[in-house]
């Protein structure tokens, strides 16, 4: 889905670098690197092990700080320079970012349920409300039969979708996913990427996905390729 | 919503098959205050039976327990007659060893004179000694029958009356007889050797002899004061309740008291260490999960709870299981196990302590985890 002109981005990376360490070990995992995603948007981030893709994920959920650019989300600028612009990161990302991971890493002693309400508890929704949107999103997901379930008794794909509808669960406008079909068969995966289409129209949210998948590349609005921390952009 | 309660009941059969570990090494410690409460309360079970203010034994000596003490059996009349003593009784203590139903048998020997101080407090079945002679009340430790006859030195007793807990501080059960027959079992000589004193020309020398006098001191005056007065008769010495019950403690069971205290003590620091281990071990199973909570927004204080609350749910659960242990089986123990609700809580209390301090290093391997971690495989 391509940008509709005066739509502002969700995302937006302006210049970010980031490096570690200093001197002879310094090493540089992102240069310059500067991507907009807009809304309904689902794009890719690919390339080769430590091109970057997944320090650049990070540095776009909040959990590593950029050596350098400036980094929008949501509208809100939230770091420029060397210093993030929000006090509580903790709770930007509770409110504006949902995080799919390619182990699902769901909660293992919680129910399919409880792993969606506890987002929504932590976010300060009461137990019964949390349930009740829970149970809307899994049926949603399609997953509304195995809501008691643990998981450990849940599919590949039905735990890929408890843990789409735990990312749904405060209702953010950025979905980051980490190889979210990795662990999936061709035909799962492709479920899962049209599920991901669907929240980012339906719900009108941007999704960054990190990907090795080749069968799933066509799926994509976007995809940004990455190469020693430098981006170059592959529509 | 509660991580820490979910997790133990995910983990249920683990959860209690390590809190039934920690039990068994907490009903230890249990046992071992249960043992050391019941070493003072056994050494000075013998001390506190007759019920006295003071303890009048011969002079230079802390008689009749942690030191041998003989002083003439006329005392205890020059001590009913110092003002202020209400009663007086003669008391006699010995240790001897029998045979009873094909066994060997150690008992601890009190003579003391009907109607006066030093008998034994409470009967719990049958009664007191009635007649003069040949009759014993015994501990019911001893497995000693009431009726049953008990050969002491040359004479058979027979037994009228049972005693609880009342023994010596080495454990021996007690058996109580008049003053008569104990000084018999105590100053009588074997038949030869009665002859070769007769022979010396000492007969029947030093029969009337006792080993301290007890009195009870009037509401009005203080045992300080009527000891003093003792103090003045230079072949005697009169030591208060709460002297004899210190020598009691301070002397006779103060290296066993303090060897368990410093057992007790290596035990509560092991059972630390172990407590801190498994919630260690506990916290770096879930590292993963740990990090996953952290990126997806739960504040810190969430992650401390589930594991703070984890420690003291294990500590409170091998608490509970060590107490109910030890409370059940103390009975069986040969010695007596004294277990009172202040010891019981104060180790709860411990424990409680343990499991906090415990925690903190599984807390800080969990705060130190990335939320990045949680990405990747």
């Known amino acids: ?235 | 919503m509660n991580l820490a309660y979910r997790d133990i009941r995910h983990n249920l059969f683990r959860f209690l098959l390590t809190g039934l570990g920690l039990g068994l090494l907490l009903g230890v410690v249990l046992a071992m205050i249960g043992i050391y409460r019941g070493l003072v309360v056994e050494a000075l079970a013998v001390a506190r039976s007759p019920a006295v203010d003071l303890w009048v034994v011969e002079a230079n000596t802390r008689g009749p327990f942690a030191e041998a003490s003989r002083i003439p059996g006329d005392t205890r009349e020059a001590i009913a007659r110092i003002a202020g003593v209400t009663a007086a009784g003669s008391v006699t203590y010995q240790t001897v060893e029998t045979e009873h139903m094909g066994g060997k048998i150690r008992l601890y020997v009190i003579g003391f004179e009907s109607t006066r101080p030093g008998g034994p407090p409470v009967i719990v079945e049958g009664r007191g000694i009635g007649r003069s002679h040949a009759e014993a009340v015994v501990d019911a430790s001893a497995g000693v029958a009431l009726g049953a006859t008990l050969r002491l030195g040359r004479d058979d007793f027979t037994v009228v009356g049972l005693t609880q807990h009342q023994v010596a501080t080495g454990g021996d059960p007690t058996v109580f007889i008049t003053l008569r027959d104990a000084q018999k079992l105590q100053f009588d000589l074997a038949p030869p050797a009665a002859r070769i004193q007769l022979a010396r020309g000492f007969a029947d020398a030093g029969r009337d002899t006792i080993n301290a006098v007890v009195a009870r001191v009037s509401p009005n005056t203080t045992p300080d004061h009527v000891a003093a007065t003792v103090h003045r008769w230079k072949h005697l010495a009169a030591i208060t309740q709460e002297g004899q019950e210190l020598i009691l403690t301070q002397s006779l069971v103060d290296r066993a008291r303090r060897q368990i205290g410093l057992f007790t003590s290596l035990l509560m620091a092991v059972s630390a260490v172990i407590i801190a281990l498994i919630i260690y071990t506990m916290t770096m199973e879930k590292l993963k999960q740990i990090a996953t909570l952290k990126l997806i927004g739960a504040p810190d204080r969430t992650i401390v709870a589930m594991i703070v609350q984890q420690a003291l749910a294990l500590g409170a659960i091998g608490f509970s299981l060590g107490a109910a242990l030890i409370l059940n089986v103390k009975d069986v123990f040969p010695r007596r196990v004294v277990l009172e609700v202040d010891n019981i809580a104060a180790l709860g209390a411990v424990v409680v302590l343990v499991c906090l301090v415990s925690s903190a290093l599984g807390v800080r391997a969990a705060l130190r985890v990335d939320p990045a971690s949680a990405l990747g495989g």
């Open chain 1, 1 to 235: 889905m391509p940008a509709s002109p005066g739509i502002a981005p969700l995302v937006k990376v302006d210049r970010v670098s980031k490096h570690f360490g200093e001197g002879e070990t310094r090493v540089d995992a992102l240069r310059d690197v500067s991507i907009e995603v807009f809304p309904g948007q689902v794009v890719a981030l690919l390339g080769p092990s430590g091109s970057g893709k997944t320090t650049l994920l990070n540095v776009i959920g909040c959990i590593l700080d950029p050596s350098s650019g400036s980094l929008d989300l949501d509208g809100e600028t939230v770091f420029r320079g060397h210093r993030w612009l929000r006090a509580d990161l903790r709770r930007l990302r509770l409110d504006k970012i949902g995080f799919i991971f390619q182990f699902h890493n769901l909660i293992p002693f919680l129910t399919a349920t409880e792993n969606v309400a506890l987002v929504l508890q932590l976010a300060g929704a009461e137990a019964d409300t949390a349930r009740r949107r829970a149970h809307e999103l899994l049926d949603y997901l399609e997953v509304g039969h195995r809501k008691s379930a643990m998981p450990a008794n849940l599919s590949g794909g039905e735990a890929q979708r408890v843990a789409i509808a735990r990312a749904l669960a405060n209702r953010p406008r950025i979905i980051l996913a980490d190889e979210p079909t990795a662990a999936l068969d061709s035909q799962r995966a492709a479920i899962v990427m049209d599920l991901m289409r669907r929240v980012a129209v339906e719900q009108d949210a941007a999704i960054i996905a990190v990907t090795h998948d080749e069968k799933i590349l066509d799926r994509f609005d976007r995809r940004f390729q990455l190469r020693d921390g430098v981006l170059a952009d592959s529509p």
